[in-house]
């Protein structure tokens, strides 16, 4: 395939592009004030563009080496690869002479055709023109407005799907030119007196065997300028900007049953993950840009639910099962019990998030309990997966070889108990009147978070981290104390969220008592990680897993700590009904639970795949979700304290506050961003792990095997 022809296809596919970024210009060019469909036109066109340039400069990349492929002389490019050959093809290349090599197969594989993909990039290209735009008032109509965003979102799968299609295309087709330069190259081994090539292997083995000392330059004397010639003499090496991170340890696989199961898991769970945190970039935007459509579907009173919904159940919960059926298991030395139940658990939690997001958006919930809003039939689905899972980690746990529970199962199975009773006492009819419903909503509220999804993560801490830094936790008996006091304080802190509420005062003490009793388990927990990274804090450096689980323990103390200060009474006063709830749980929820999944995802995948993620996108993921928490959470910390402070005066009209807001939740809406672009990272990221994409081929490791498969055909003499 010539140079020119591949610039043809680039050249087709940047045009596609610039007709809909044209488009998008022209839409955008009627002076509408419509910011959400400017942000979103941005975000698809940006995109494409670098899809377009990677693409490009890929196939510019791979033409060049198919041209010295091709090029000059080949018996020296022969040469040069034999001198190349590493151990392991060495040692094939006398295994496969032991047995007998004779000559290669002259026969010579075709050359295929490249696919036409002109076609579907033109196709794309002419579907993409818009002839004539109706004038300004049509386009700021907001069926309008969501019936093209609705057509650009397939439009936009259709092009990424196209361009993966063509370079696979393109691998498939330079792999066909390795595979018949590796031929060539098994023709030109057999043409090589045999003692001359064992001679050049044997030294070349013998290289590979060097090892340097470090010191062949240097010597081992430490410098030293007697007579003051050199005024900084620095023994420290330089840090890079990029450094590269320490490759995962492969492990015994489990059985596919399993891995498959788990990857399922983990696949509904990026879905659910970029699907619901898409939702709440729309309504981020919608702080800014209100009056962004007006359709009672897509009404922020409905939406904010089913993002909060899909995340809480979605992603977390999914993602965290998935966790434990691999940690269940591994620390009972034993095999999971049932994985028919497992599968039956999974397609009941996705299909409460479906029925659960359709019912929510047509306006059917719960009556508005907060995380509680699904209505008893789709809750009673995400029940009965629960009950499966308990019984199956409970059958594993019984079952178990070692003679101790593993304080990592103490939490996650009990954290399946308690949900099972949280849930169970929230949709039962028996308190749903009057105060007790607030007392019942702030007990689901508060303890749906802390006994199902930290109680959860923790149980998850307790074992990626010491697995990590690869030695044991530091004190088994922290891990204890802080397991029975969460268990105490946690369960009665939940009306802490009604302080001056018409509940008993005497309760909502208690309440406040439980918070700060909740130090005790906080610092337990948060002293035995560090105690367990303590003489190993150089291997965050070098690896791309712990520092996700490192953040997750300090935000899990910081944010822990902030919710004991919020349960105070001026505090509850001052913050309550403002945004720094909604910072402080984003905080909670994203820092702790979020970035463990993402730990543990990143861990727990290549050892089921054998891939691993591409290093540098996974330090890209990392710093965008960090910073786009940061920049979402520490604005609203500061708008809503002024704003409560406002309220706490009375002397200013309450639209005064809202406008006060606005600045701050156009941070909110960057951070926001920031964060929804992590995740579509980090959903490619688990896509390079989990593809069954062709490989690259190996000129030498090629032509081994077609010197293997001759014997196979040795013509009897």
Request: proline residues 3%; aromatic residues 14%; hydrophobic residues 50%.
């Amino acid at each position: 395939m010539k140079f020119s022809s591949k610039i043809c296809i680039a050249l087709l596919l940047l045009t596609s592009m610039s007709i809909r970024s044209q488009t998008a210009d022209n839409i955008i060019s009627n002076d509408s004030n419509s910011l959400g469909v400017w942000l979103l036109l941005m975000v698809i066109i940006v995109p494409l563009l670098l899809l377009a340039g990677i693409l490009f400069f890929k196939i510019k990349d791979q033409d060049k080496d198919q041209n010295e492929l091709t090029d000059g002389d080949n018996s020296s490019h022969y040469q040069d690869l034999l001198k190349n050959l590493n151990k392991s093809q060495i040692k094939k290349y006398f295994a496969i002479k032991n047995k007998g090599l004779v000559s290669a197969n002259k026969e010579k594989s075709g050359l295929g055709k490249i696919p036409i993909v002109i076609a579907l990039l033109s196709g794309t290209a002419v579907f993409s023109q818009n002839t004539k735009l109706p004038t300004e008032d049509f386009f700021q109509q907001p069926g309008i407005i969501i019936t093209i965003i609705l057509i650009l979102i397939p439009i936009l799968l259709g092009i990424v799907f196209a361009l993966v299609k063509v370079n696979r295309t393109i691998k498939g087709y330079l792999n066909k030119g390795k595979t018949k330069q590796a031929l060539q190259f098994s023709e030109h081994i057999n043409t090589i007196n045999d003692a001359e090539l064992e001679d050049l292997l044997i030294k070349r083995e013998s290289a590979l065997s060097y090892n340097l000392s470090n010191n062949e330059l240097s010597g081992t004397q430490k410098p030293e300028d007697t007579i003051g010639i050199i005024t900084n003499i620095s023994e420290k090496h330089e840090d890079h900007f990029l450094s590269l991170k320490k490759r995962a340890v492969q492990k015994p696989s489990l059985d596919s049953d399993i891995a498959k199961l788990i990857l399922w898991y983990f696949g509904c769970a990026a879905f659910w993950l970029v699907l619901g945190t898409g939702i709440g970039e729309y309504l981020g935007i919608k702080f800014i840009a209100p009056d962004v459509d007006h359709s009672s579907w897509l009404s922020f009173g409905r939406l904010r639910p089913v993002h909060t919904n899909i995340v809480f159940w979605g992603w977390a919960s999914i993602g965290m099962i998935g966790l434990g059926y691999y940690v269940v298991p591994i620390v009972s030395n034993t095999k999971i019990y049932s994985i028919k139940w497992g599968w039956i658990a999974l397609v009941l939690t996705n299909l409460m998030v479906v029925l659960g997001s359709i019912c929510l958006m047509s306006g059917i919930n719960n009556g508005g309990g907060e995380f509680r809003e699904y209505i008893w039939p789709v809750m009673a689905l995400f029940a009965v997966a629960l009950i499966l899972t308990l019984a199956n980690f409970i059958m594993t746990v019984a079952r178990r070889t070692t003679k101790e529970i593993y304080i990592a199962n103490w939490y996650i199975v009990s954290a399946i108990i308690f949900t099972i009773i949280v849930a169970l006492t929230a949709y039962l009819p028996f308190w749903q009147d009057g105060v007790s419903e607030t007392i019942v909503q702030g007990y689901f509220m508060h303890s749906g978070v802390g006994m199902w999804f930290t109680l959860f993560t923790l149980g998850l801490l307790y074992y990626f981290i010491p697995q990590q830094i690869n030695k044991p936790i530091y004190a088994y008996s922290l891990g204890i104390l802080a397991f029975w006091a969460q268990i105490l304080f946690y369960t009665i802190i939940g009306t802490h969220h009604f302080i001056f509420a018409p509940l008993p005062w005497w309760l909502q003490t208690v309440a406040i008592v439980g918070s700060v009793g909740m130090i005790i388990p906080v610092v337990a927990a948060t002293i035995n990680f560090s105690m367990t990274f303590k003489g190993s804090w150089h291997k965050v450096t070098s690896s791309y897993t712990l520092p996700f689980f490192l953040l997750a323990v300090i935000y899990y103390f910081l944010v822990s700590m902030q919710g004991t200060a919020e349960a105070f009474k001026f505090t509850n006063l001052l913050w309550h009904f403002t945004d720094f709830t909604v910072a402080h749980a984003h905080l909670g929820f994203y820092g702790i639970i979020t970035f463990t999944l993402w730990g543990g995802i990143y861990v727990v995948v290549p050892r089921l795949t054998g891939k691993e993620p591409p290093q540098h996108l996974v330090g890209v993921h990392f710093w965008l979700a960090f910073i786009g928490l940061l920049f979402y959470s520490i604005p609203l910390s500061i708008g809503a304290t002024l704003r409560g402070l406002m309220w706490m005066e009375g002397n200013k009209p309450f639209i005064d506050s809202v406008v006060l807001m606005f600045d701050f939740w156009v941070w909110r809406a960057i951070g926001g961003s920031l964060m929804f672009i992590s995740h579509l990272i980090f959903a490619y990221n688990f896509y390079r792990m989990t593809a069954n994409e062709p490989e690259t081929i190996d000129v030498k490791d090629e032509a081994l095997k077609i010197l293997e498969q001759s014997i196979a055909i040795k013509p009897i003499l």
